[in-house]
């Protein structure tokens, strides 16, 4: 093989596999190798299981010789944002208050991977708890842009996104719940995508905010996004919240292309704080679509504006209570050489938990208390509504919508963290998705002069993932960015 | 004012755990008595990750309750969470019903010594119970414990209205409702386990007064006894209080079972905001009209309504109803021997009497009687037709009890029969007199005490198996009488 075989897709390396041409173990030592070349740069991985993913490598190519493979991606090589339960593999969600916490059971899309044959090669980097956009908020040490490494990968996937990119892993999962998966894969120059809420089981993921969370593929191309989709998309009765549907093909249309289709821009997406450049690539996409048949409709999603001051109360609300458990009683970091329980909690929730998850527990805990709930939390909820509304009403209109994913580029590590609020602003045309619980992909769509990544965002029909990938693929098809390897290291 | 010129006002909250096999929000077993924390997993221990998924049974108990004290079931509830640090608490929060509960607005009627009374029951709803924290010897110094084998165990909260007005009629409540939620089979009624609690709100106010004074919540009531003695200590603190120019401080306080007083455990400033919103993990609780109806058609009769129809059916005083019937199998039993036995009320004084005290003896409940209802009535039979006295039937039951033997053969076997042949005991009434003739002269000219002399000479003749009924009539009949 002429190119190394890192860069390959995974439905690229899958069919490689399957002709016999490299070995599962073959691959996951590239992969490795790959880590142990390009890591200590960009610093993806929180934690490398190289005895673990040999071991189901190994697996994976005697069942394949046995009885078959498992699934279209057996042997495929995969990360896993260390927000993932992985039993016996410590999982610390970027945060000193789980260090050293092993966990004694496996998260149903973690399940669904091994059943599948996927070897794991470790767990991925992330902002604490996945609160940030920016990988910075990570307790152990920020993870660098491959593109280039003086700035973040984006978050709170980043190390996610970075290790795709950088082609240490063939493809991996993140968490979004405000963006999440796609903000860090527009600025790497990979697919990430975001199921309908209730699509992939939460169980075994451990909770930001319960009512925007959903765990998505992070890949290098969209057909790799749909063919990891189809391992990890299952009803789970552990997750009452996990939709009881059938798992469509999502390969099937893949190719299907977008004539004929309606494609909604929403004129609140299009702000004035936006980058050029990126404003730029995403124009000459939505030029792209109508070349390729597709109707550009001007559509109005009014109550964008409100979607950051609502997800700013709603998801550190739910958060100030999912967070509660890390109490120093059971699991994780307990303070030492303290004096009653009063104590016990303050030091070691104090000592545990970094700055920006304070931030959110403290504003969450607001949200809620007595005197302050109707005028935010309920507030917040009824603004939620009129938000999932809007797009209800665009979606009469038209079959999906396009934007940019993030209104910027990456930006440079340490230019956003003493100022929170324009960090959240990062995260402007990502959220509504999440409360509106609708699918969402992020799908390379150029560079800017300084060689940045940028994406290009659609968003679907609740459980319209099918609709979503195709429409990402029929741009991907015309556009190979995916084969730009990054320039370093 | 004196203590007499005041109303108290009191509302009960009752915790009761439901007897489903399974917790409410995972798999584990609720069983009572394990090892600490044996029965736990991922989900109990409120790991990362984990998530609710509620049991059906216990949705299936709720309704049955809340029909059962004629409630309205509703299509749509709502979970929610109450958050709190503590350490028996592994999520920090418990998953509980708040604003949308399952059952809302149904009523119970008690006994009270001026007739019967209504008393509304506000609301139902269910939720998770906490562990335990253990602060005694099993612990090292400066440590406690936490065991979690019940936590998430499901309970129902049941909230009366303040619609009590003394001791008495709380304890005919708690008592009555205990009742009604074991003849539901939904829990075991168990005060000193805990798996029955009751928390007290109590607020004095004048007599004839409609505004309600300012109320105390009190816990630790694990007994009736203990519950009537905290209210009755509770409404004397708070009208000293009012006597006194004071004023009754809203706050929450815990029954001293040694020093027989209840003392403050903390007052409103310091009493939790427990930021209650909707559990996102978990949809609202949709319950379809077709559980309702059948849960309805499948109640079981209720505790009173069983007591009315043991009056009218079998014309049973009402004291004797009421002990029938406060156990559903006692009742069950009564009823399935009522068709073998001559007589209901007979029936039921010897269920009252004899065969409650051999199962206090034995530690046992009716369940592991070992004789049928028709042995029982073959024996009730035998004392009716004179076979057997009254006190020889009572030795006889008590080996039924033990051992299951026919009545018919025990008293063949330890030969208590009784000797009611009209001729046979003439016979030997005949003998006595004739070897008694000076007395029967002495009887005769009015010595009437020598009748017992007579009666036991008989006996003594019989060796105590002359029926007596038979003896004295003839007795009676030969000496003139
Ligand atoms: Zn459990």
Redesign the interface.
């Known amino acids: 093989m002429s190119q190394p075989l890192t860069d390959l897709t995974m439905l690229e390396l899958a069919a490689a596999l399957a002709a016999g041409k490299v070995s599962s173990v073959e691959a996951t030592r590239a992969s490795l190798a790959r880590i142990a070349q390009v890591d200590p740069k960009v610093r993806a991985f929180l934690r490398v299981d190289e005895e673990g993913a040999l071991r189901a490598a190994e697996a994976s190519d005697a069942r394949r010789r046995a009885s078959g493979p498992a699934s279209p991606l057996e042997g495929v090589p995969l990360g896993l944002k260390d927000i993932?339960?992985t039993e016996g593999l410590e999982?610390t969600?970027g945060s000193r208050i789980?260090q050293g916490?092993v966990?004694?059971?496996d998260?149903t899309v973690v399940r669904l991977l091994r059943e599948a044959g996927l070897p794991l090669l470790g767990k991925l980097n992330m902002d604490e708890f996945a609160m940030g956009s920016s990988n910075e908020s990570s307790a152990y040490f920020p993870t660098h842009n491959p593109w280039d490494l003086s700035r973040t990968p984006g978050g709170s996937s980043g190390g996610s996104a970075a290790a795709v990119a950088a082609r240490e892993v063939f493809g991996a999962l993140g968490t979004d719940t405000g963006g999440s998966i796609r903000q860090p894969a527009a600025h790497t120059n990979t697919v990430g995508l975001k199921p309908t809420y209730g699509r992939v089981s939460?169980?075994?993921?451990?909770?930001f905010?319960?009512?925007l969370d959903q765990v998505g593929p992070m890949t290098r191309t969209v057909a790799d996004a749909a063919a990891l989709l189809q391992v990890i998309a299952r009803h789970d009765?552990?997750?009452?919240?996990s939709a009881p549907l059938e798992t469509p093909d999502y390969l099937a249309d893949l190719e299907g292309g977008v004539h004929g289709l309606k494609l909604g821009v929403p004129r609140e997406y299009f702000t004035d704080g936006m980058d050029p450049e990126v404003e730029a690539s995403v124009r000459a996409a939505l030029k792209e679509y109508e070349r390729l048949g597709a109707t550009l409709v001007d559509v109005s999603l009014p109550h964008t504006s409100h979607a950051l001051a609502t997800y700013y109360l709603l998801a550190p609300?739910?958060a100030?209570?999912n967070?509660?458990?890390y109490?120093g009683?059971?699991?994780g970091l307990r303070a030492r050489d303290v004096r009653g329980?009063q104590e016990l909690?303050g030091q070691t929730r104090g000592q545990g938990f970094g700055a920006e998850v304070k931030r959110r527990i403290m504003l969450g805990?607001y949200a809620?208390?007595?005197g302050y709930?109707d005028a935010y939390?309920l507030r917040a909820q009824k603004v939620r509504t009129l938000i999932r509304e809007d797009f209800t009403r665009a979606f009469q209109q038209v079959d999906a919508i396009l934007s940019p994913t993030s209104p910027v580029p990456a930006f440079r590590l340490g230019e956003k963290v003493d100022d929170p609020l324009s960090m959240y602003l990062t995260d402007i045309l990502t959220l509504p998705c999440n409360l509106a619980g609708l699918p969402g992909l992020s799908v390379p769509c150029g560079f800017t002069k300084a060689g940045l990544p940028v994406g290009l965002q659609v968003l679907g029909r609740p459980f319209d993932e099918a609709g979503v990938l195709r429409i990402g693929r029929a741009f991907e098809r015309e556009h190979d960015f995916f084969r730009r390897t990054p320039p370093c290291p | 004012m004196p203590l007499s010129d005041f109303q108290p006002v009191i509302g009960l909250e009752v915790h009761a755990q439901l007897l489903t096999h399974s917790k409410i929000f995972c798999g584990c077993s609720t069983a009572f008595g394990a090892e600490p924390n044996h029965h736990t997993c991922p989900v109990c221990l409120g790991l990362p990750g984990v998530l609710p998924v509620l049991n059906q049974r216990v949705v299936e108990f709720a309704v049955r309750t809340g029909l059962a004290l004629e409630c309205t079931v509703k299509g749509t509830s709502v979970w929610s969470r109450k958050n709190y640090f503590y350490p028996d608490l592994p999520k920090g929060y418990q998953i509980t019903q708040y604003d949308q509960p399952i059952c809302e607005w149904g009523r119970l009627v008690i006994d009270t010594p001026a007739g019967e009374k209504v008393v509304r029951v506000r609301r139902i709803h269910m939720e998770e119970d906490a562990g335990k924290s253990v602060h005694d010897a099993t612990a090292s110094a400066g440590q406690s414990l936490v065991d979690l084998n019940r936590a998430g165990v499901p309970l129902l909260e049941i909230v009366s209205e303040p619609d009590l007005r003394d001791s008495d009629e709380a304890v005919e409540y708690l008592k009555s409702l205990r009742d009604v939620l074991m003849y539901l089979g939904v829990n075991d009624g168990n005060l000193e386990e805990g798996s029955f609690r009751c928390d007290a709100n109590v607020s004095v106010m004048p007599k004839g007064s409609t505004v309600y004074g300012q109320r105390c919540e009190l816990k630790n009531l694990n007994s009736f006894r203990f519950l009537k003695q905290a209210i009755e200590y509770e409404v004397a603190r708070q009208v000293d209080v009012l006597e006194s120019g004071g004023k009754v401080l809203q706050e929450t306080r815990l029954w001293d079972v040694n020093k027989g007083v209840t003392r403050s455990m903390r007052s409103k400033e310091e009493a939790h905001d427990y930021r209650y919103f909707p559990e996102p993990d978990l949809p609202p609780l949709h319950v379809a009209d077709a559980l309702i109806e059948e849960t309805r058609g499948a109640l079981p009769e209720l505790p009173r309504a069983k007591r009315q129809r043991f009056m009218s059916q079998y014309g049973l005083p009402a004291y004797d109803a009421k002990l029938l019937t406060a156990e559903r199998p006692l009742a069950d039993f009564f009823e399935a021997c009522a068709p073998h036995a001559p007589d209901a009320k007979k029936l039921s004084n010897w269920f009252l009497g004899e065969l409650s005290r051999l199962l206090k003896e034995e530690g046992t409940t009716v369940s592991s009687v070992r004789f049928t209802p028709t042995q029982l009535g073959e024996l009730l039979g035998a004392v009716e037709q004179g076979t057997v006295s009254i006190n020889a039937a009572k030795d006889v039951l008590g080996e039924m009890f033990r051992t299951g033997a026919a009545p018919a053969n025990i008293i063949a076997s330890k030969g208590l029969a009784q000797v009611s042949d009209v001729g046979a005991v003439e016979a030997v009434v005949d003998e006595v007199l004739a070897k008694s003739a000076s007395e029967v002269e002495k009887y005769r000219a009015g010595k009437k005490n020598l009748y017992g002399f007579f009666v036991g000479q008989v006996m003594k003749a019989m060796k105590g198996k002359g029926n007596p009924t038979l003896v004295n009539e003839l007795l009676k009949k030969k000496l003139g009488d």
């Open positions: 993932f339960l999982t969600c789980l916490f966990p004694p059971y998260a939460r169980f075994g993921v451990i909770a905010a319960s009512s009765p552990r997750d009452s919240t609300a739910e100030s209570s967070l509660a458990r109490d009683v059971r699991y329980l909690y805990t809620l208390s007595a709930y939390y």
